[in-house]
């Protein structure tokens, strides 16, 4: 991967953190504990690729309920993910979640927390839409998928009640575009920041889900830009380096055609609480991108080896 240059001039101030405010721990730092959400899945290579960058991974595989094991699978997902909340909820601790067809990029572990450390800010996972930054200039705003976040207790708590109500409604085993509605319960009813990382720390490896795609939803969900190269192969590339460029080079492209299309920032629309306005919006929108948002994140000091 080449390396990025760091913006200069102008933009550059107008994006910098506030100095001395609070300082960026790395994700083994902020988390010690992973937990794989799986079904019947192999996570081998992700236990391994987790277990390399020095976290405990613990996997979750149910339980279900009689009537839960004959839910959509995006419903056993939720059940699976509230066993999650549970645990980290009870545990007091924040830890990071991914689900099975998670692959990560290469030095997970050393990358930047996306949100403030040790100051009681709540955290979800990589959104899709900006809606801001906040007091310590962390980008914010609405997140729908749950392939990989970082939760702490208190959010998780709040997820256990959203999990309780999901399945308690009546058609709780049909198809539900939960992980999009949990954004909004978060952000409305539970007063929740859904810290957006700079770029992604992985991506949704498997093959395309039909589940969606029956429901006239669009069943691949590639990033858009990743930190680094990933630790190990997906499995929607089939062996196939080419074919995994060409899925790489689609995710990337989206990701263009959304900033064209002001579906990743509109600067009609910002939070009101905001510490910073339109200008840097857009050019943390426009550099992420290119790969030069590197202001972002100059408090990381990452291991050399970890960037090869």
Not at 36 to 47: G, Q, Y
Request: with cysteine; charged share 20%.
């Amino acid at each position: 991967m080449p390396r990025a240059t760091p913006l200069a001039g102008p933009l550059r101030t107008a994006l910098l953190p506030p100095s001395g405010e609070v300082r960026m721990v790395s994700l083994r730092t902020a988390c010690d504990r992973i937990y794989i959400v799986a079904h019947k899945e192999d996570v081998d290579p992700l236990r391994s690729a987790l277990k390399r960058d020095g976290f405990d991974v613990e996997e979750i595989r149910g339980p279900y309920t009689e009537a839960q094991l004959r839910y959509s699978l995006q419903m056993r997902c939720l059940v699976n993910h509230a066993n999650v909340w549970r645990k980290v909820a009870s545990a007091d601790q924040t830890a990071i979640v991914v689900e099975a067809d998670f692959v990560p990029v290469q030095g997970f572990g050393a990358l930047p927390l996306p949100s403030p450390h040790g100051q009681g800010t709540d955290v979800y996972s990589a959104g899709s839409i900006l809606y801001g930054f906040d007091k310590f200039g962390f980008p914010f705003g609405h997140g729908n998928t749950t392939v990989a976040y970082v939760l702490t207790p208190a959010t998780a708590r709040h997820l256990i009640a959203f999990a309780e109500r999901e399945l308690s409604s009546a058609d709780a085993g049909g198809y539900r575009l939960w992980e999009t509605y949990l954004g909004i319960y978060l952000r409305k009813e539970a007063g929740v920041l859904n810290h957006i990382p700079v770029y992604q720390y992985g991506e949704h490896g498997g093959m395309m889900n039909a589940e969606p795609q029956a429901a006239g939803i669009r069943g691949w969900h590639q990033a858009d830009v990743l930190w680094r190269r990933l630790a190990f192969l997906p499995a929607y590339a089939e062996g196939s380096q080419v074919r995994y460029r060409l899925i790489r080079l689609r995710g990337w492209l989206r990701g263009v055609a959304r900033v064209i299309t002001l579906r990743f920032f509109d600067p009609r629309y910002i939070n009101p609480h905001t510490s910073r306005g339109r200008v840097p919006m857009a050019g943390l929108t426009i550099s992420r991108l290119l790969h030069v948002a590197h202001t972002f994140v100059r408090h990381i000091s990452t291991p050399k080896a970890a960037t090869k």
